[in-house]
């Protein structure tokens, strides 16, 4: 399966049916970025938890802006997805799951912690965005 979105128009002319509201779920959550995001930030949690003295803030603020340059960039070149919103709503995803999916240990990693919000966002931009974008 392509991850791709497929709108109506697209796939008229291939005789294929769009992509349900499921299939553009899926393909908007970039989840290898997302993976590569919590295994790294558990890595730098346990580090400070073993090291409360290391300077470790900037490190995890650092790899939240690496991974999100990284996610059009891995969307475009090894997923090879070229329409733009896709690539725009699956960067905006991955923030908001990095910030949604933060331990109790983020917020003496980067400084301050809001999950019941960030886990509310989450909940409403994965039930609205395949919705609102078809493709």
């Known amino acids: 399966m392509s991850r791709e979105i497929k709108s109506a128009p697209q796939l008229q002319v291939q005789n294929v049916a769009p992509n349900d509201f499921k299939d553009r779920l899926i393909k908007l959550i970039p989840a290898e970025?997302?993976?590569?995001?919590?295994?790294?930030?558990?890595?730098?949690?346990?580090?400070?938890?073993?090291?409360?003295?290391?300077?470790?803030?900037?490190?995890?603020?650092?790899?939240i802006l690496i991974l999100m340059i990284l996610t059009p960039v891995y969307l475009i070149k090894v997923l090879g997805i070229s329409k733009k919103r896709q690539i725009l709503f699956s960067t905006i995803g991955f923030l908001i799951w990095a910030f949604a999916t933060?331990?109790?240990?983020?917020?003496?990693?980067?400084?301050?912690?809001?999950?019941?919000?960030?886990?509310?966002?989450?909940?409403?931009?994965?039930?609205?965005?395949?919705l609102f974008y078809k493709g």
């Not at 590569?36 to 470790?56: D, H, N, R, V, W």
């Not at 933060?102 to 994965?126: C, H, K, Q, R, W």
């Open 102 to 130: 933060a331990s109790p240990y983020t917020n003496d990693v980067l400084g301050f912690s809001f999950e019941l919000i960030t886990s509310v966002i989450l909940i409403l931009y994965t039930l609205l965005i395949p």
């Open 33 to 63: 970025i997302i993976a590569a995001y919590i295994s790294i930030s558990g890595l730098i949690i346990a580090f400070a938890k073993q090291k409360p003295e290391a300077e470790k803030s900037h490190l995890l603020w650092i790899i």
